[in-house]
């Protein structure tokens, strides 16, 4: 694969999206949001690249990730008018097979395929498997983190009502009300990711999506969360309550102990 091959695929991936707009403003809406997305993903992951001074060909590998990580969401909405794997199916594993059913990937070795196939089928895991090469780790842990980045952009941006109309879809539909699960509130007090299985109100993904922090691979990405100040932004607009501040202060002391580990480590 070279940079024609990927020039050739970002060319294949506007017109694959360019056919799932109708004339429904809303539908478009949400169809553009991922879109933008994969463009944002595709920008974080070159940051990361850089940072971590990737080979070029490893960057190329990187960024064709990045381009079609999100490739299921497209017929995922359109058939099931929801972005809930639970409700509808894998979001990564329909990407593969559109993937599959459109020979996209054919330019590519098969190593090339196997590291970019892995790391989609990967992105969305709540934990990677512990059994598996470490490239392929690598690439995977990659691709999550400027995911992650991204999405944490995304739903700031919605919190604050920066888009032009609400759409319940991007949070799943959850009611918003003051309630949070203690299963969810427990998980940031043990410095773990919360399960999306435990949500039950829009506090509890606000809650998760601060959870995510526990899930940051390389030190780019960590110091991206903190320069951009995602955990306190979307802390802002959670209930003040004593619990909540209770637990994202243990996430903010977390951030500090990882931010003087990696400047221990410089």
Not at 244 to 258: F, G, P, T
């Amino acid at each position: 694969m070279d940079k024609d091959d990927f020039a050739s695929f970002q060319r294949w991936f506007s017109g694959y999206v360019g056919g799932y707009y109708t004339e429904d403003p809303a539908h478009d809406q949400t169809i553009r949001l991922k879109q933008e997305h994969t463009d944002q993903v595709c920008k974080e992951i070159v940051m990361l690249g850089q940072a971590l001074n990737l080979p070029s060909q490893d960057m190329l590998l990187a960024e064709t990730m990045a381009l079609f990580h999100d490739l299921g969401r497209f017929e995922q909405y359109a058939t099931y008018g929801t972005f809930e794997d639970a409700r509808s199916e894998n979001h990564a594993a329909l990407g593969l097979r559109e993937l599959v059913k459109h020979d996209v990937l054919s330019v590519c070795s098969d190593e090339e395929q196997r590291l970019i196939t892995k790391a989609i089928g990967y992105h969305n895991v709540r934990v990677l498997p512990e059994n598996e090469l470490e490239r392929t780790l690598f690439f995977a842990r990659l691709l999550r983190d400027a995911d992650k980045l991204d999405i944490w952009r995304v739903f700031i941006d919605y919190y604050d009502g920066r888009y032009e109309e609400t759409n319940s879809t991007i949070v799943l539909g959850l009611p918003n009300d003051s309630a949070c699960s203690p299963k969810i509130v427990n998980a940031l007090r043990l410095e773990r990711m919360a399960d999306t299985r435990d949500m039950a109100t829009l506090n509890d993904y606000k809650l998760l999506q601060i959870s995510w922090v526990f899930d940051v691979n390389f030190e780019p990405t960590f110091r991206a969360v903190c320069e951009r100040r995602y955990v306190e932004k979307i802390t802002a607009t959670l209930p003040q309550t004593r619990e909540i501040r209770e637990v994202v202060s243990a996430v903010l002391d977390y951030l500090k102990k990882r931010k003087t580990k990696f400047l221990e480590t410089d």
